[in-house]
């Protein structure tokens, strides 16, 4: 017996999606001409929480950046990220309804940098602040 991946009600498909990643979610189905999948992941509570430091894959995380993130920033209220890719998520877009912010694997002498301005991220620092989230 086949069952067709569409052909289940989008009770079941989001209870899928939700077991998934939702970055790798909405990274792969974003855009693919199918408007019942597109309107599934672009639910709010989809998109509240996005994970990137799961994601190992700098292009990924570009793209992400470029082609997603304007379509869902309003909906997102935490980001987890890493070192590696916290200037070009933090700053890839303006995260209005963002209220927490958790950062993986940092090492102390660069979450130092950060903190002290070392590495510039002030243009989002104000946006953190006006979030109350430092």
């Not at 992941?41 to 990137?52: P, Q």
């Not at 209220?99 to 991220?121: A, P």
């Amino acid at each position: 017996m086949n069952v067709d991946l569409l052909g289940l009600p989008n009770e079941i498909l989001f209870y899928i999606f939700k077991k998934l990643n939702n970055v790798d979610v909405l990274y792969s189905l974003f855009n693919i001409n199918n408007q019942r999948i597109e309107n599934l992941i672009r639910e709010k509570n989809f998109s509240e929480i996005l994970n990137f430091a799961v994601i190992n894959n700098q292009i990924i995380i570009d793209q992400f950046c470029r082609s997603i993130l304007a379509h869902i920033h309003n909906n997102v209220k935490c980001l987890i990220v890493e070192s590696t890719s916290i200037e070009r998520i933090l700053l890839g877009t303006d995260y209005a309804n963002l209220n927490e912010l958790k950062l993986c694997n940092f090492q102390q002498d660069n979450f130092r940098d950060y903190l002290t301005g070392k590495i510039n991220i002030l243009k989002f620092s104000s946006k953190l602040k006006k979030n109350k989230i430092i």
